[in-house]
């Protein structure tokens, strides 16, 4: 009984240390795959793929007014589909994943916006490491995951913050979000977000 157990370990173990060395492509996403997830205040927001297009997947987010294109490969933000079909760059990140994704991967991007309040322009430089595998509890189920590590920094104020993304092979997106407890993420809010529901085609 007690070998058994042992095997069975061990089993575990070197099942858990062969996922997190294989690569993981990106996802092929279908329309109407639909995530809904859910934020510490309560709200809730639903994404879901409405078109495929040669290069990109298009995507349908109650939080924003334009569609999202990302690439097919690496799930990276090319741009923004306005109202009027018009493409536009995003002025915020485009790498959250950046496939394939493996423990150890690093990455940066930098990118540059408009404040209102400050009437300047803000310079912010992020960057990612996927740091480990981990088993994440959601209330839509419990999953394997990617856990991805950013730091964020604008670069005139010296303000950083960091956050935490984990990311679910089975489910094709983020899980799970959470934030610094502190006042770099201006809007309490964005701190803690999990996936409540799912449905795949």
């Known amino acids: 009984m007690k070998k058994i157990i042992i095997l069975g ?4 173990v070197l099942a858990s240390q062969t996922w997190s060395q294989e690569k993981c492509e990106a996802p092929v996403w279908k329309v109407g795959d639909k995530w809904t ?12 793929v409405v078109d495929i297009q040669q290069d990109v997947f298009v995507l349908k987010s109650q939080a924003l007014q334009s569609l ?3 690439d097919k490969k690496t799930l990276n933000l090319k741009f923004l589909i306005g109202e009027g ?3 536009m760059l995003p002025q915020m990140g ?5 496939f ?3 423990v150890g991967k690093k990455w940066t991007e930098s990118f540059s916006f408009t404040s209102t309040g400050a009437q300047r322009t803000i310079d912010v430089t992020r960057e990612y490491e996927i740091e480990n595998i981990g088993e994440v509890k959601t209330p839509a189920g419990t999953f394997k995951t990617y856990v991805i590590y950013l730091k964020e920094g604008v670069r005139d104020f010296g303000a950083r913050g960091w956050a935490r993304y984990w990311y679910s092979p089975e489910v094709k997106t983020w899980i799970k979000r959470e934030l610094e407890k502190t006042p770099y993420w201006i809007e309490s809010r964005m701190y803690d977000v999990e996936l409540t529901s799912y449905e795949l085609k």
Do not use: C, I, M, V
């Not at 370990?9 to 575990?12: E, I, M, P, R």
């Not at 934020?39 to 639903?46: H, L, S």
């Not at 485009?94 to 950046?98: S, T």
């Open 85 to 87: 079909g018009q493409k």
């Open 9 to 12: 370990f061990l089993f575990l």
């Open 37 to 48: 997830h859910k934020d510490a205040a309560g709200a809730t927001f639903t994404s879901e």
């Open 94 to 98: 485009r790498k959250l994943y950046n």
């Open 100 to 102: 394939p994704l493996f």
């Open 68 to 70: 999202l294109a990302f």
